[in-house]
């Protein structure tokens, strides 16, 4: 069997990719072991040097790269050149900060007590100082990562980077519609210099993925993806007791307070809403207004959204592509019909686009509700559910009424309100007069049914480590 490329713009199969049989794959494997061995060995200088070629190629590549996304998964050729872009930056990052956030960290460990040991001849670690004491950070080994569509560069680098830069392998389970990312993504480290097998994408059905988690050579995994993809990785290393970090879903909400710039506001809400036509995690989609502006907000929403061009990704007029799958259109148009049914209103859109492909336009529903799809379910498509809320108290209660806990975004001038209600809100990312988005330098991940553990900054490279404790007495 293949996997398929499919333009979503069009409709049209484009390439095939084979998949990998169980002796390919047991191949893959071997070849990720031995690289281990190899690559533990190396100095941050030696895979510092790695990553900056790499990054180098990120950008001496960006169009070509960029336009494989633009094809197989409908990302607008300008985005997609940005997303490449930031993944040379979050390789520079931790080629330039990896060795000193993994630095042996000394810990003064003075003695507690003094006297003889208890009669049972223990020492039970309260009496006796040490030496040295320090905190060293040694790689685990083979990470098997489980990546999804809409982010095809950007989600894979944002572990790949800080888990090689630690001592780590690399192996990708890309999602079935984005194999020819994945292909090019390891033909990059490749040119770059890195040892054989120390990333690969192996061309895996989901029903595959569970032998590869139970090989006791592979440590540990990390997931973007749903929920229900999650739990079934989770549930599997749990049962192999390996370390696994989870980025699922997100219903982030999008609070407009009375005092909020509602011009800057509304400007930055239709990229926070339409990026990537809406098929982000960290999208804002529930928009929860204070009834006080709520109608100034809405028409300037409205406006800017019927401002949108929605178009062939290949084109740099276009700011807002196609929806990934035919089956993500159909969830979208049902989840806006449901709602509509149930009493919301429809702003604008709430179309697909004329023509060929998956395209729905940018739509805005009012007065949406507890109970209707748009208010309980993540909807991943270019939908701004707007929720209209009396007072600041009722707008955090609405803002954390979900299972997910991702980002939240808060539009108000006073900036210390804004830091106290930031404590209030169940969210792993909370932007302040802005939107959310992740940057190499911050921790980022979720709670609740958005994941946990965290990716990106000191924090990230720091999940798929042996954090080792060395005591010289």
């Excluded at 993944?87 to 003695?111: G, R, S």
């Excluded at 989600?155 to 984005?178: E, Y």
């Excluded at 809400?269 to 204070?290: E, H, M, P, T, Y």
């Excluded at 709670?447 to 924090?459: Q, V």
Aim: proline letters at 5%; a negative charge.
């Amino acid at each position: 069997m293949s996997f398929l490329s499919t333009n979503p713009a069009t409709g049209e199969i484009f390439a095939e990719h084979p998949e990998m049989d169980t002796a390919e794959v047991a191949r893959r494997l071997d070849l990720a072991d031995r690289a281990f061995e190899e690559w533990r060995e190396t100095s941050f200088a030696e895979r510092g040097a790695l990553m900056r070629r790499l990054a180098s190629l990120f950008r001496s590549k960006k169009r070509p790269v960029a336009e494989i996304a633009s094809r197989e998964m409908g990302r607008p050729i300008v985005a997609a050149m940005a997303e490449v872009e930031k993944c040379a930056l979050v390789c520079e990052y931790y080629a330039d900060n990896a060795e000193k956030i993994l630095a042996p960290a000394p810990v003064d460990v003075p003695t507690l007590r003094s006297g003889p040991r208890p009669s049972s001849g223990k020492d039970e670690g309260v009496g006796a100082g040490s030496a040295e004491s320090y905190v060293r950070f040694d790689p685990l080994g083979i990470v098997l990562a489980v990546m999804p569509w809409n982010f095809a560069y950007w989600q894979v680098m944002r572990f790949a980077a800080p888990a090689l830069m630690a001592g780590n392998i690399g192996l990708l389970k890309h999602a079935s519609n984005v194999q020819g990312c994945g292909i090019a993504l390891e033909e990059l480290f490749r040119e770059a210099g890195f040892p054989t097998g120390a990333f690969q994408n192996l061309a895996i059905r989901p029903s595959g993925v569970e032998a590869v988690l139970r090989d006791r050579r592979v440590r540990a995994a990390t997931l973007t993806g749903s929920e229900r993809a999650g739990a079934s990785v989770a549930s599997i290393c749990g049962q192999e007791i390996k370390k696994t970090v989870l980025e699922l879903g997100g219903s982030d909400p999008y609070i407009v307070l009375g005092d909020a710039d509602l011009e800057a506001c509304a400007r930055v809400a239709v990229d926070a809403r339409l990026q990537n036509a809406g098929q982000s995690c960290i999208a804002a989609k529930r928009f929860v207004v204070v009834g006080a502006v709520h109608d100034r907000f809405v028409a300037l929403l409205k406006e800017r959204f019927e401002k949108v061009v929605v178009g062939d990704p290949l084109d740099e007029k276009t700011t807002m592509g196609p929806l990934s799958t035919e089956g993500g259109l159909a969830d979208i148009e049902r989840q806006v019909s449901a709602s509509l049914a149930a009493g919301a209103k429809l702003v604008c859109g709430g179309v697909r686009a004329p023509g060929p492909g998956w395209f729905y336009e940018p739509t805005i529903l009012d007065g949406v509700k507890k109970g209707m799809p748009a208010y309980d379910e993540e909807t991943f498509g270019p939908v701004a559910a707007v929720i209209s809320v009396a007072d600041e108290d009722e707008a955090i209660m609405v803002a954390n009424d979900t299972e997910f806990g991702l980002g939240a975004s808060l539009w108000t001038k006073d900036v210390a309100k804004a830091k106290r209600i930031a404590g209030r809100l169940n969210a792993g990312f909370v932007a302040i007069n802005g939107m959310v988005r992740s940057d190499p330098r911050l921790p980022f991940g979720g709670i609740g049914k958005s994941g946990y553990g965290r990716e990106l900054s000191d924090y990230g490279i720091k999940e798929f480590v042996n954090i080792k404790t060395v005591v010289v007495n």
